[in-house]
């Protein structure tokens, strides 16, 4: 029996439990490619996994993990062959099919994204779903017209991993933004990742009006619930924001009068089904795009053991920028 080793979530009788534990080699499920995980990250919905606190996880037993930088070790899709470095987000990984913390995956060719240079494996667990949405979110600005001259745009949740990553981003990009957090104590931090102002997230957390002032020519939003409907209240004429978060709530209490009376637009992203060819955009934006001595100070390194912790501590938002997992 060939196994190895992986986070895996069982349910029990109370909800699910996650363990690091021995998983057998030919219990992975179908796929054209088999993966040698090398890193991987942990992003909140890997926290909403681990902890149960939100039903991410659709099949047990699952192996948790949504990303990983791999080598590929067998393939039978034409694209793919031994020895290739290659990346993988989403596509329900870690929630209906078999994940990333693992020694081996199995998967479709068609999910992967050849690594793009110069980034390294870990640069790339690094940046993870989290900065790839975050590139994602630049990207629908972009096309809905929000350039670096248009104005500030706000972050939300700007001190976790997708906040940290737009706001180096758009900082890089030419962008003015603004950095709204709970935690001012990482005010510093923000400001060397490129914010010029760091706003407390109370200001944004009450119900919101319908039009408040206008102060922002564009946002990405990773809270929801209030601070996105605040958000929206002010954002001026014709500006955009992009929602991809929940941190604060799946909820989003307000009106239409930003979109009716100001012609805001509200873009949804969602990184995890997006087509393989704004993924291989995204994924080359991030690599010229994305100052790495700034990333650098995003990370912190952690091995598989350390993940289960580090998940329980995710969902707390008490994790600043990102996680980078060692699976080898
Ligand atoms: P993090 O936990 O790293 O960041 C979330 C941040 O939100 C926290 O650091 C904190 O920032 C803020 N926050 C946390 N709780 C609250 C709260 N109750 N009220 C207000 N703000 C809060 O997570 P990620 O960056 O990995 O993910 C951010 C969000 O984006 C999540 O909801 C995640 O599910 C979503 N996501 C969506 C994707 C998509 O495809 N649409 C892909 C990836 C992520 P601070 O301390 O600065 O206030």
Known sequence: MATFKAIVIT??????????????EQDLMEGDVTLRPEWSTVNYKDGLAITGKAPVVRRFPMIAGVD????????????????????LNGWG???????MYAGKARVKGDWLVALPPPLSGRDAMAIGSAGYTAMLCVMALERAGIGPGSGQVIVTGAAGGVGSVAVALLSKLGYEVSASTGRLAETD??????????IARAELAGPARPLARERWAGGIDTVGSTTLANVLSMTRRSGAV???????????????????LRGVSLLGIDSVMAPLAVREEAWQRLATDLDRQKLAKMIEEIDLVDVIPAGKKIVEGAVRGRLVVRIR
């Open 11 to 24: 349910k029990t009788e109370s909800g699910t439990a996650a363990a690091l534990t021995d998983f057998d």
């Open 68 to 87: 990983a930088a791999a080598t590929v070790e067998a393939s039978s899709h034409p694209a793919w062959k031994p020895g290739d470095k290659v990346l």
């Open 93 to 99: 990984c870690g929630e209906t099919h078999l994940g």
């Open 189 to 198: 931090y923000l400001k060397e990742l490129g914010a010029t102002e760091v």
């Open 242 to 260: 992009a929602a991809c978060g929940n941190a604060g709530g799946m909820d989003l209490p307000a009106s239409v009068a930003p979109f009716i």
